[in-house]
């Protein structure tokens, strides 16, 4: 609670909505959350958006101001021309441009790569589990405070598997009626493959 509150201290000196929350707080917001939690904090304008969703809402105005959307499209090389102008090369063919916004996520090192300008981006994997929500436990986001820890550094005493795995519990209704129960935090590089002991890992340090 120490923590959670200095971290409340430092959002609001950068002027966002944070409170921190009591026992009664916590209370009247869930019957189900257990009797000793000693409390929480609360982010008034925090919110989570649908990647996908917003990706394809955003391709659908840009069209109707006319941008021209290329799908299934890999740039293969990038470089400016002696007219300064940028140089896309593309397996559908070559493209010119004045500007060129690098928006390829945990890609965009390999697109910076082609200017030789380092991007410091690293892709992280983690593990959630989606089950299906059969009564409302809670009507927004809840994560344990280690998430946190987690995610923008700090130090933690937990056990060493929840300290190997990353592990911190996220707790995430969706629009879809389901839940997400996670999750854990993986720099492993472009592997997408499922680890199995990091999944069985994940449920035990969840257990008490």
Known sequence: MEAAQKWVQKQQEAGLDFRMLDQEDLRNESDYFADDLRGGLECQTDSIV???????????????????VHTNTEVRNLYKNQVNQFVIETNNGTFTSNKVVNACGVWAP???????????????????????????VAVRNVMGFGYLISKFGGEREVNPVTDKYGVALVFEPTESQNFLIGSTRQFHGYDTKVNHEMRSKKNDAFLP
């Open 110 to 136: 390999f697109i910076g790569e082609m200017l030789d300008i380092d991007i410091p981006i690293k892709p992280r994997k983690g593990y959630v589990m989606v089950a299906s929500r059969q009564q409302s």
């Open 50 to 68: 649908n990647p996908y969703t917003l990706t394809y809402s955003m391709i659908h105005r840009a069209k109707q101001f006319g941008a021209k």
